[in-house]
């Protein structure tokens, strides 16, 4: 085999994962502390040292394991072990899952929990999950079932997160002995902290980290497991509101919601209307520093193909006012589009009623996962909420002097708030402001926009949802 040098200063959480043996370890911590490397490098070290160990890295979805852990792996752990033809990537077949092949035999199988039960059909030594917040108990008790492969004298599952609600079934998991939570701090990520003092890169990071507010400052900055005060969606649970992807029948309507935004993100939000009148966001451009005709290509490149509609028209591309985006946005895409009412306390409030669960005991409003087209890297960089779905838990209700609450949100990070609010207010809100029940909305006369510009729907047979 080649020889390699791995250089690596294991501090903090990390050294103590190294340290220990427990079977299940939790790193928890704020935003940018080392804890993917660290895991990934404890995975990749061990490898290298050992023939024959499998170990498995995953995420809750395949689309994000790959958009993010897996670049981490291969440019900040495994470089020159690639570079040197110690393991090669193998992309994975009908029968066999994608993985990290070394040449003494070990194996790294990488995958999405979405497509489950391709990877855990064999055993393993090591697993990680990263962002382990996103995945269910379940999943999790479904990996250490699978810890078996046995040719490592102590088989781990290692997880990796930012911390949530204290609630949180991590958190209890910890709390209840079932799994170590090793803390790690920014000052155990090298390139921020070094010799007793921040590094110039690392005060830079940090600031962008103190402009975050509320549960996410304390969690994405200190590491907290905190619950988020004064939630203006506090009916929204990810566990309910947000669903797998499955194929959207060509008969539901669409409808499109758009908020402008160059510095701040532009938000255009797809959603689907099913024949009970509920709404599901299937696919959402959320992206900054982009001009409006670039984004109306984008918008026409996800709907055609070779000029030809693929799914059918919007019922409405409802519209935030700026006379000039929406004027630009309505030559480029060859749409007309519809003015949002933008009133704020009843679109929240006939938000907050489409959130609760119906008389049939469900939601008449999901989320469908892995919705972004693509994820704004700047965003992501300063840990700013980069789509609507991680707006939810940032949506708060802003606070007097002397700590009541005032009757409107914080008015930042609230792109796909108000998409969202433009949505619902559109399609439950009559005349000024009365919220229409789910039962009136459920009858469909076709409100504002629609009624004006509704285009015919085309396309009756299911269709393939491709972002
Ligand atoms: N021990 C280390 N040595 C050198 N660089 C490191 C080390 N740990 C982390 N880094 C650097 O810090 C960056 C952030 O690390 P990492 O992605 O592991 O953080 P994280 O805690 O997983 O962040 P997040 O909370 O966003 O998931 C890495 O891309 C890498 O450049
Ligand atoms: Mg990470």
Same mark, same amino acid.
């Given at each position: 085999m080649a020889e390699i040098v791995v250089r690596y200063e294991p501090r903090g959480a990390v050294q103590d994962l190294f340290r220990s043996t427990d079977p299940e370890v939790?790193?928890?911590?704020?935003?940018?502390?080392?804890?993917?490397?660290?895991?990934?490098?404890?995975?990749?070290?061990?490898?290298?040292?050992? =023939?024959?160990?499998?170990?498995?890295?995953?995420?809750?979805?395949?689309?994000?394991?790959?958009?993010?852990?897996?670049?981490?792996?291969?440019?900040?752990?495994?470089?020159?072990?690639?570079?040197?033809?110690?393991?090669?990537?193998?992309?994975?077949?009908?029968?066999? =899952?994608?993985?990290?092949?070394?040449?003494?035999?070990?194996?790294?199988?990488?995958?999405?929990?979405?497509?489950?039960?391709?990877?855990?059909?064999?055993?393993?030594?090591?697993?990680f999950v990263d962002e382990a917040i996103e995945v269910t108990d379940e999943d999790l008790d479904t990996i250490v079932s699978r810890l078996r492969n046995g040719v490592l004298t102590h088989q781990r599952l290692i997880m990796a997160t930012n911390p949530g609600h204290p609630s949180h079934h991590l958190k209890q998991r910890a709390d209840s002995g079932r799994c170590r939570m090793l803390y790690s701090k920014h000052e155990d990520n090298p390139p921020l902290y070094q010799n007793g003092e921040w590094t110039e890169y690392g005060r830079t990071y940090l600031a962008r980290l103190d402009s975050l507010s509320g549960a996410r400052y304390q969690r994405m900055r200190w590491g907290k497991w905190v619950s988020a005060e004064g939630l203006v969606y506090d009916g929204f649970d990810p566990a309910v509101h947000v669903v797998d992807r499955f194929e959207i029948p060509g008969s539901w309507s669409r409808w499109w919601s758009i908020d402008f935004g160059f510095t701040n993100p532009f938000v255009c939000q797809f959603w689907a209307e099913d024949g009970d009148g509920r709404f599901y966001l299937y696919r959402e451009i959320y992206i900054t520093r982009r001009l409006v005709e670039d984004h109306a290509k984008t918008i026409l490149s996800?709907?055609?193909?070779?000029?030809?509609?693929?799914?059918?028209?919007?019922?409405?591309?409802?519209?935030?006012?700026?006379?000039?985006?929406?004027?630009?946005?309505?030559?480029?895409?060859?749409? =007309?589009?519809?003015?949002?009412?933008?009133?704020?306390?009843?679109?929240?409030?006939?938000?907050?009623?489409?959130?609760? =669960?119906?008389?049939?005991?469900?939601?008449?409003?999901?989320?469908?996962?892995?919705?972004l087209v693509e994820r704004d890297p700047e965003l992501e960089e300063a840990k700013k909420p980069a789509s609507t779905a991680e707006e939810f838990p940032a949506y708060v209700w802003a606070v007097r002097p002397g700590g009541v609450l005032k009757e409107e949100p914080v008015k930042s990070d609230d792109h796909g708030m108000d998409a969202l609010r433009y949505l619902v207010a559109e399609r439950d809100l009559i005349g000024t402001g009365s919220v229409r029940s789910p039962a009136r909305a459920r009858e469909g006369r076709p409100s504002g926009a629609a009624a004006r510009y509704g285009r015919p729907v085309v396309g009756s047979s299911a269709q393939r949802v491709a972002r």
């Amino acid at each position: 085999m080649a020889e390699i040098v791995v250089r690596y200063e294991p501090r903090g959480a990390v050294q103590d994962l190294f340290r220990s043996t427990d079977p299940e370890v939790l790193l928890s911590g704020a935003a940018g502390t080392g804890k993917s490397v660290g895991a990934l490098m404890y995975i990749h070290l061990a490898c290298l040292a050992t =023939p024959k160990v499998r170990a498995l890295i995953v995420r809750k979805t395949h689309a994000s394991l790959t958009a993010s852990t897996l670049v981490t792996f291969r440019e900040k752990v495994a470089k020159e072990a690639l570079a040197a033809g110690i393991l090669h990537f193998y992309g994975g077949s009908a029968q066999e =899952p994608a993985s990290y092949r070394y040449t003494n035999g070990s194996v790294i199988v990488v995958g999405g929990l979405d497509r489950a039960s391709r990877l855990l059909s064999t055993e393993f030594d090591l697993a990680f999950v990263d962002e382990a917040i996103e995945v269910t108990d379940e999943d999790l008790d479904t990996i250490v079932s699978r810890l078996r492969n046995g040719v490592l004298t102590h088989q781990r599952l290692i997880m990796a997160t930012n911390p949530g609600h204290p609630s949180h079934h991590l958190k209890q998991r910890a709390d209840s002995g079932r799994c170590r939570m090793l803390y790690s701090k920014h000052e155990d990520n090298p390139p921020l902290y070094q010799n007793g003092e921040w590094t110039e890169y690392g005060r830079t990071y940090l600031a962008r980290l103190d402009s975050l507010s509320g549960a996410r400052y304390q969690r994405m900055r200190w590491g907290k497991w905190v619950s988020a005060e004064g939630l203006v969606y506090d009916g929204f649970d990810p566990a309910v509101h947000v669903v797998d992807r499955f194929e959207i029948p060509g008969s539901w309507s669409r409808w499109w919601s758009i908020d402008f935004g160059f510095t701040n993100p532009f938000v255009c939000q797809f959603w689907a209307e099913d024949g009970d009148g509920r709404f599901y966001l299937y696919r959402e451009i959320y992206i900054t520093r982009r001009l409006v005709e670039d984004h109306a290509k984008t918008i026409l490149s996800l709907v055609q193909r070779d000029g030809s509609w693929i799914e059918p028209h919007p019922r409405a591309v409802i519209c935030d006012h700026d006379a000039e985006d929406r004027a630009t946005l309505e030559r480029h895409l060859g749409l =007309p589009t519809s003015p949002a009412r933008k009133s704020v306390r009843d679109g929240i409030q006939a938000v907050q009623a489409r959130l609760r =669960p119906a008389g049939d005991a469900r939601p008449r409003l999901y989320l469908m996962r892995d919705s972004l087209v693509e994820r704004d890297p700047e965003l992501e960089e300063a840990k700013k909420p980069a789509s609507t779905a991680e707006e939810f838990p940032a949506y708060v209700w802003a606070v007097r002097p002397g700590g009541v609450l005032k009757e409107e949100p914080v008015k930042s990070d609230d792109h796909g708030m108000d998409a969202l609010r433009y949505l619902v207010a559109e399609r439950d809100l009559i005349g000024t402001g009365s919220v229409r029940s789910p039962a009136r909305a459920r009858e469909g006369r076709p409100s504002g926009a629609a009624a004006r510009y509704g285009r015919p729907v085309v396309g009756s047979s299911a269709q393939r949802v491709a972002r």
